[in-house]
């Protein structure tokens, strides 16, 4: 059993939900000791699949206090920042990758009063990220290649999630390192011990195989909690 160096939150992600009994399921995940909504925006550009805008943010936003925690797989996305906002997105991450003025975007997030976010896929190095570390409060780190829920981890992006976590307490800002991509109970104790203290987790939370409880539990209980 791992040892778990800090309180592990946990984020369903709305991509594997039921989409025909959403607001079911997210209350389902919110009494079940959720403690942020993963939404996985995809535009079929900068991936390959199209999934939901701040339609379904604000719709998600009416069934949950938690924070939702919007996740923007798209081109341009200084575009539909204030649109996000205004749907009620708690938390915002952009690609760095798709970003050519990231330093501008994510101070444009904090000032609509959303928490900031990057996402970085796992090509992209820590140092992609070094110069705007003091406008971040949360790190996504792909630990797949975005665009499709249910895909394999990628055990080689644990060093950089170490890094990463080394960068964010040398920061002095609390950074939240978030996970995101084939995370299950086989594989969130390796994530958590390089420094992940946040686990997004899609078909290993909603699956028809259990409950979105028992998906839970068995993530915390992975971890030894
Ligand atoms: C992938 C998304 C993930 C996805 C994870 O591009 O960013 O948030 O929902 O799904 P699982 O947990 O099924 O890998
Ligand atoms: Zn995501």
Redesign the pocket.
Known sequence: MVKVPHVVRIAP????ADFTRLGEQVREAEAAGADWI?V?V?DGRF?P?ITMGPLVVKAVRRVTRLPLDV?L?IVEPERHLQAFADAGADHISVHGEISPNLHRTLQTIGELGCRVGV?INPHTPVSSISEVVHLLDVI?V??????????T?LPETLPKIRQLRTMAENSGRNIDIAV?????AETAPSAVSAGANVL??????FSEQHSVQEGIDALRRSLGN
């Open positions: 992600s709305i991509l594997s993963h996985d995809m991936v699949n996740h797989m996402a996504l792909m630990t797949v290649n975005p665009g499709f829920g249910g895909q981890f995101d991509g084939g995370i299950y997004v987790a899609g078909s290993a939370i």
